[in-house]
């Protein structure tokens, strides 16, 4: 089975400070489900950054998709790029867009014709319950709103691999776990999911679910071997 | 690139598009302005130099300096005679003595000149080809032999210093109007950095969703045209009122050395022209600005 992700080796630093990530080797595989988690400061959103494309790892090799992410060159970058959706932390919508016009966004930009995105959108709209919502700038929503349009903005392309840091962080518990059905539904469609989150609960959601813990930078289980995690999985029931 | 300014309106969204709200524009139409006005005054010069210097590099003026009037006269006619059989010669013109006279007015005052004051006879002609040294002292020597005291004088020697003073300043024109392209190049580059740090958050998002420089670029060029358009509306409705306004104070100048001074037809081609020019330079520069910054992030 052609992986989506290879880490080998792979170390991050920020200029010339101390490594962030450390001896990162692990595979995700196509239509798996991941958890990722550690505390505060483990480099879980450095992490995430590397599996949608914003950094460039010092030392060590990734491949995505089959390909070499380190020797990529940078041209090719944005056809890699539409191929993740990434749920920033900070949400990151755009201020002047309208909540329609911030989910829209990523089909704009892969060059979607403006009738055959329309419906897409409002599907979505109307899945996270804003449709009433659609016109309204994100500094009018509320935090949960504005989490909601970042997760749909994220999920409107059918992303190959799914990223999202904390993404059900401003939702209610209701809310949260819709959030995480639709992470569901995709994953089973065959998107490779990766959700950074401190919320032990949500573990319990997703059937078959892997876990990847970092600790200071480095996976707790160093062999990377994710098809075994380290400790068992709690399966919904 | 001109298809890059027609862009759909959700992607004109992306980054807000503030019209005449900023300096851009009026930096440029400043710009324009001054561009317009320093390529109007080249072509001016060059139009006159080149008029000029092709009117008066042929022309040589035959003086006879001769205080018998009647010895004069005769001698005149006999120059005139000889120049006309000379091959390459032409538009021979014995000038009448009272234009001379006329000539001399302002210098000696109204008057003063009367029949007794000789004044040399002047004959004009002009040779098919710029007369060189050895060509003056050949004619010389031929006209000698019908009137013996006389002066060869080429309007081109006399006049060169000038038109070559209308050279330089074509040149001078031409160093600052690439100048004046540069410091406005400076100017959108400037503007674009400012306006990209500004949106980078956008950009980044654009970016992280696979979004192309190209992509990112073309907003930017878009808003810079726009911004370049209204600026080099109005600069170039200041320069032309400047311009016709110069042109009516320029008809009102007695003939003489600004006589050639004229505004020509393709001057206002290249007037059109060069906002357009610096609306492609100021979407060029846009473009070669965002797709350098971004080529410094991932």
């Avoid at chain 1, 309208?98 to 897409?120: M, T, V, W, Y």
């Avoid at chain 2, 759909?8 to 710009?31: F, N």
């Avoid at chain 2, 020597?141 to 006399?158: K, Q």
């Avoid at chain 2, 509306?233 to 311009?243: E, L, P």
Wanted: positive net charge; glycine residues 8%; aromatic residues 6%.
């Amino acid at each position: 089975m052609q992986s989506v992700v290879e880490f080998d080796n792979v170390g991050l630093r920020y200029g010339t400070g101390a490594e962030t990530l450390t001896d990162l080797s692990f595979t995700l595989y196509p239509g798996s489900f991941y958890f990722l988690t550690g505390a505060s400061g483990a480099g879980k959103t450095s992490l995430l950054k590397l599996l949608y494309l914003a950094h460039r790892p010092s030392r060590g090799a990734i491949r995505m998709f089959g390909h070499d992410a380190i020797t990529l060159p940078r041209e090719r970058l944005p056809g890699f790029r539409r191929r993740i959706g990434v749920v920033f932390q900070d949400f990151r919508l755009v201020q002047h867009l309208s909540a329609f016009d911030n989910i829209a966004l990523p089909l704009r930009i892969a060059g979607i014709q403006e009738k055959d995105l329309q419906g897409p959108v409002t599907e979505m709209l109307a899945w996270i319950g804003l449709t009433e919502r659609a016109d309204a700038r994100p500094a009018t929503l509320s935090g949960g709103e504005q989490q909601r349009v970042a997760i749909a903005r994220a999920v409107i392309g059918r992303p190959e691999l799914l990223v999202a840091d904390e993404p059900t962080g401003n939702v209610d518990p209701d809310m949260a776990r819709r959030l995480l059905q639709l992470f569901a539904a995709l994953n089973r469609l065959g998107t490779t999911v990766v959700v950074a989150t401190h919320d032990i609960h949500l573990l319990q959601e997703i059937e078959n679910a892997q876990m990847m813990r970092l600790d200071k930078g480095r996976l707790s289980d160093p062999t990377g071997q994710l098809k075994h995690p380290p400790r068992p999985l709690v399966l919904k029931n | 690139m001109l298809l890059d300014f027609a862009l759909p309106a959700h992607d004109r969204k992306l980054i807000p598009e503030g019209r005449l709200s900023g300096p851009m524009p009026w930096v440029i139409a400043i710009m324009l302005f001054l561009t317009l006005l320093v390529a109007a005054a080249g072509v001016t010069l060059a139009d006159a130099a080149r008029k000029g210097g092709a009117d008066l590099a042929s022309k040589v003026t035959v003086q006879i300096i001769e205080p018998d009037p009647v010895a004069r006269a005769a001698q005149k006619a006999a120059v005139a005679r000889s120049l006309r059989s000379v091959p390459g010669v032409s538009g021979v013109n014995p000038v009448p003595e009272g234009e001379v006279r006329n000539l001399l007015e302002p210098w000696l005052g109204s008057g003063i000149i009367d029949a007794d004051i000789p004044v040399p006879a002047l004959v004009d002609f002009r040779i098919d080809r710029v007369p060189n040294g050895q060509m003056l002292r050949a004619m010389q020597r031929r006209l000698e032999s019908v009137a013996p005291n006389i002066r060869l004088d080429s309007h081109s020697s006399w006049m060169a210093p000038f038109f070559d003073l209308m050279s330089a300043l074509v040149w001078l024109a031409v160093g600052v109007l690439l100048m004046l392209l540069v410091a406005t190049s400076a100017v959108v580059i400037l503007a674009v950095r400012s306006t990209l740090n500004t949106h980078r958050g956008t950009i980044e998002i654009m970016q992280m969703m696979g979004g192309t420089d190209l992509q990112a670029a073309r907003l930017f060029q878009r808003r810079v045209a726009l911004d370049a358009l209204l600026g080099g509306v109005v600069g170039f409705a200041a320069a032309t009122a400047v311009i016709l306004a110069l042109g009516g104070r320029f008809a009102a100048v007695e003939p003489g050395l600004l006589a050639g001074a004229t505004f020509p037809w393709y001057g206002w081609v290249l007037l059109a022209i060069i906002p357009l020019a610096v609306m492609g330079l100021a979407m060029l520069m846009a473009r070669w600005t965002v797709v350098s910054a971004l080529k410094k992030m991932l």
